[in-house]
């Protein structure tokens, strides 16, 4: 079973690209956090299909229907939107929650598909379909002894991050209302093209409210608004010539509680890494100065120490897989949206030599350009799980009593 965080707190889910719907169990919330439905809404509006228009056609509302793990006093304040449907020609139908606190229990939610089009993708159906160069489609119709959902990539789709962002939307309210932690994304690199501003900078000179401001503002979600313009274009003529474009995003958390995580197997780095590096279309992940220490010395690269704390950054906020309290400081490199419109060579399933010729789908020509949300949103479920592993090992018997 493929969980996201845990063992503390992590979230399970199920769903593919052109199924009914995505559904996602989020577990570990301790009882008594506020939780907005619309809250989390504004998280998943970044995430959505549509909601840049340098991202693909495709256009879904992805409301969110939260479905229990919430209570409140009168229970009617919970109610918010009507959930139907028709079963054996009867009409069924509820409401799910709008509002409440957190009970302890498992968190469950569910964003129905709306605008699916399975159609686009009968070429890749059977063991005759042709094969995406760059997708899964080879490897998961093997993998599935050919059972493989292959409308859209199935799982395999950027659409499954739904869970991802609601799971993360919990874990990141939940830290700032212990800490104060934010967390930010911003676009660096399109193609060739490189920002003349960091994001961690920008945090340290402008402050976060500034920058959060900054990067709603922007035609790409960036703290460099000539480079999203300049971006925008070289993305736009990118799709106009039936090809895709790679994208290098950083990802950075400000106010970070410092103790958290482990310093060998269960390393916060490891985690993080793992999670971040993970994602769909990542190929590379690196924090602090990353690869940059190579051709360093000791000297140069370690950070100054004083009582008030670590005086710069190369290590990313992470010592040992340990936090110190500096921003967690990543950068994440997404390769080029698999498909594409150009001719290009590949194979059927049954290893049938073609020349692979993309008939129609509604595809983004740079997928890392929306991705921010779900790296922040990974970092928080990453980050959560932490803090309660890190209280788990603080025993107060005055947690213990009953009467």
């Known amino acids: 079973?493929?969980?996201?965080?845990?063992?503390?707190?992590?979230?399970?889910?199920?769903?593919?690209s052109h199924g009914p719907a995505v559904t996602t169990i989020v577990f570990g919330c301790p009882p008594g956090l506020r939780l907005q439905r619309a809250a989390i809404q504004a998280h998943l509006d970044r995430r959505r299909p549509g909601s840049s228009k340098h991202g693909t056609p495709r256009r879904e509302g992805d409301k969110l229907l939260l479905l229990s793990g919430l209570f409140c006093e009168p229970a009617d304040h919970l109610l918010g939107p009507t959930l139907r449907a028709t079963l054996e020609g009867e009409r069924y139908e509820t409401q799910a929650y709008e509002a409440g606190f957190t009970t302890g229990e498992p968190i469950s939610a569910i964003?129905?598909?709306?605008?699916?089009?399975?159609?686009?993708?009968?070429?890749?159906?059977?063991?005759?379909?042709?094969?995406?160069?760059?997708?899964?489609d080879l490897v998961k119709h093997h993998k599935s002894m050919g059972f493989a959902d292959h409308r859209g990539g199935g799982r395999s789709s950027y659409r499954s991050t739904i869970s991802d962002v609601i799971g993360g939307s919990i874990a990141r309210i939940f830290l700032h209302h212990h800490f104060e932690t934010e967390i930010f994304s911003s676009v660096c690199q399109v193609g060739s093209l490189q920002a003349?501003?960091?994001?961690?900078?920008?945090?340290?000179?402008?402050?976060?409210?500034?920058?959060?401001?900054?990067?709603?503002?922007?035609?790409?979600?960036?703290v460099d608004p000539e480079f999203a313009l300049r971006?925008?274009?070289?993305?736009?003529?990118t799709r106009k010539q039936g090809d895709?474009?790679?994208?290098?995003?950083e990802v950075v958390a400000v106010k970070v509680p410092p103790l958290l995580g482990d310093p060998l197997y269960q390393s916060l780095k490891l985690r993080l890494m793992g999670s971040l590096g993970g994602l769909h279309a990542v190929q590379s992940c690196e924090y602090g100065a990353g690869s940059?220490?190579?051709?360093?010395?000791?000297?140069?690269?370690?950070?100054?120490i004083r009582s008030s704390g670590y005086q710069h950054n190369s290590h990313g906020g992470l010592l040992g897989g340990i936090t110190t309290g500096n921003p967690l400081a990543f950068r994440v490199g997404f390769k080029p949206t698999s498909s594409i419109s150009k001719p290009q060579l590949s194979v059927r399933k049954n290893l049938e030599e073609i020349d692979f010729q993309l008939k129609r789908g509604r595809h983004d020509p740079c997928v890392g350009i929306r991705a921010g949300v779900t790296l922040e949103s990974r970092l928080a479920i990453e980050l959560m799980n932490a803090v309660l592993s890190h209280q788990a090992s603080r025993v107060d018997p005055e947690q213990f009593q009953l009467f």
């Open 231 to 237: 971006a925008a274009e070289l993305i736009r003529e």
């Open 111 to 136: 964003v129905l598909s709306t605008s699916t089009k399975p159609h686009d993708y009968s070429q890749f159906a059977g063991p005759r379909g042709e094969v995406r160069p760059g997708h899964t």
């Open 196 to 222: 003349g501003s960091s994001l961690e900078e920008c945090l340290n000179t402008m402050g976060p409210a500034r920058v959060a401001r900054r990067l709603e503002e922007a035609e790409i979600a960036t």
């Open 244 to 249: 895709s474009l790679g994208a290098l995003l």
């Open 1 to 16: 079973m493929e969980i996201l965080g845990g063992p503390f707190f992590g979230v399970a889910a199920g769903g593919e």
């Open 292 to 304: 940059q220490v190579v051709s360093r010395t000791g000297s140069e690269n370690n950070d100054p």
